[in-house]
């Protein structure tokens, strides 16, 4: 069963907009707190965004001020607004439990993430 779905990628400019969404099942979005990550080639990847439950958001220092991580719980979705894109932002991005083995993930596990590429 797909658990996690990732959307909202695509081809932008630099400096231009996109919003990514992340529909999860029930019992994954109600987890304490969902991450967005990204990975670009030959890169690690990386936490850029979280928020909790509560609403209390944390921002990897390279996307502050330009990511804005948010929930509808109505809608069981996670959302990354991305503004100012800039060419190092290109990655192939994914939404996650920040504790995955909670809620019935492994640690290891992925989904199929969006594509973000940011050209001229």
């Known amino acids: 069963q797909v658990q996690l779905v990732e959307s909202g990628g695509g081809l932008v400019q630099p400096g231009g907009s996109l919003r990514l969404s992340c529909a999860a099942s029930g019992s994954i979005f109600n987890s304490n707190s969902m991450g967005w990550y990204r990975q670009a080639p030959g890169k690690q990847r990386e936490l850029v965004a979280s928020?909790?439950?509560?609403?209390?958001?944390y921002y990897a220092d390279s996307v502050k001020g330009r990511f804005t991580i948010s929930r509808d719980n109505t809608k069981n979705t996670v959302y990354l607004q991305m503004n100012s894109l800039k060419p190092e932002d290109t990655a192939v991005y994914y939404c996650?439990?920040?504790?995955?083995?909670?809620?019935?993930?492994?640690?290891?596990?992925w989904g199929q993430g969006t594509q973000v590429t940011v050209s001229s």
């Open positions: 928020i909790t439950r509560g609403g209390t958001t």
């Open positions: 996650k439990p920040r504790s995955p083995q909670l809620y019935g993930l492994p640690t290891d596990y």
